[in-house]
T-cell receptor, first 111, second 115 residues
Framework: SQQGEEDPQALSIQEGENATMNCSYKTSINNLQWYRQNSGRGLVHLILIRSNEREKHSGRLRVTLDTSKKSSSLLITASRAADTASYFCATDAGGGNKLTFGTGTQLKVEL | SAVISQKPSRDICQRGTSLTIQCQVDSQVTMMFWYRQQPGQSLTLIATANQGSEATYESGFVIDKFPISRPNLTFSTLTVSNMSPEDSSIYLC????????????FGPGTRLLVL
C-alpha cells in the first residue's frame, strides 16, 4: 500500500493551545493536501502545498513540507473547540490528480 | 471551488441488493473521482469517472462490483452491486474544477450500511 502514515493517531489539547500533526509518505509527489473531516462527513480542503514549496500559511494553519524526508506537518495555532475533527494528509504523485490519503489524526480540542 | 451534492445521504440495504449513488456538481468540472471510507479508516480511491467513457479503476476494484457512469461534466453515479456487510462504508465523490488546478473538492458522502 502507498498509504501515508500520520501521527499522532489521536491528539487531545486544551482550547488556545497549538496542535501539530505529522504526515509521512512513500513516493515522490507533485503536491500534498490537508483535509478536515467532521464526524464522518464530507472532507473540507484546508491547504495545498506543492513539491517545490517548503512552507505555506492560511489563517491559523501552517503547513511545512520536507521532500527529502517525505514528510509534512500541519500546525493549527490557537485552537478552538470547533477545530475538533479528523485531519488527513493526501498526496498527489502525478498522473491524473489521484490522491493517496494518510491514516488521519483525530484532534479533540477541549474547553 | 464547487458545490457538490450526493444522493442518498445515507441508506440501509440488505445483502445481495444494489445501490446507486448520485453525485451532482453545480458547475462543469474536469475530473471526478469516487472514494470509499470504511468504518474508522482513511479514504481509498475506487476509480476515476471519465466523461463519456469507461471509468478507470484502482487496484482491488472492478467494474462488475462498482459500475460507474459519467454522462456529462457535472454528474456521475456509482453503483455498489451485490452488496455484502463488508461494503458498509462512506462513499464520497470528489472533483477538480479546472485543468492544472490540483485541489480536490469533496461531496458530503453517502453513508451505507449493509445488513
Amino acid at each position: 500500500s502507498q498509504q501515508g502514515e500520520e501521527d499522532p493517531q489521536a491528539l487531545s489539547i486544551q482550547e488556545g493551545e497549538n496542535a501539530t500533526m505529522n504526515c509521512s509518505y512513500k513516493t515522490s509527489i507533485n503536491n500534498l493536501q490537508w483535509y478536515r473531516q467532521n464526524s464522518g462527513r464530507g472532507l473540507v480542503h484546508l491547504i495545498l502545498i506543492r513539491s517545490n514549496e517548503r512552507e505555506k500559511h492560511s489563517g491559523r494553519l501552517r503547513v511545512t513540507l520536507d521532500t527529502s524526508k517525505k514528510s509534512s506537518s500541519l500546525l493549527i495555532t490557537a485552537s478552538r473547540a470547533a477545530d475538533t475533527a479528523s485531519y488527513f494528509c493526501a498526496t498527489d504523485a502525478g498522473g491524473g490528480n489521484k490522491l493517496t490519503f494518510g491514516t488521519g489524526t483525530q484532534l479533540k480540542v477541549e474547553l | 471551488s464547487a458545490v457538490i451534492s450526493q444522493k442518498p445521504s445515507r441508506d440501509i440495504c440488505q445483502r445481495g441488493t444494489s445501490l446507486t449513488i448520485q453525485c451532482q456538481v453545480d458547475s462543469q468540472v474536469t475530473m471526478m473521482f469516487w472514494y470509499r471510507q470504511q468504518p474508522g479508516q482513511s479514504l481509498t480511491l475506487i476509480a476515476t469517472a471519465n466523461q463519456g467513457s469507461e471509468a478507470t479503476y484502482e487496484s482491488g476494484f472492478v467494474i462488475d462490483k462498482f459500475p460507474i457512469s459519467r454522462p456529462n461534466l457535472t454528474f456521475s453515479t456509482l453503483t455498489v452491486s451485490n452488496m455484502s456487510p463488508e461494503d458498509s462504508s462512506i462513499y464520497l465523490c470528489s472533483v477538480t474544477v479546472a485543468t492544472g488546478r490540483e485541489t480536490q473538492y469533496f461531496g458530503p458522502g453517502t453513508r451505507l450500511l449493509v445488513l
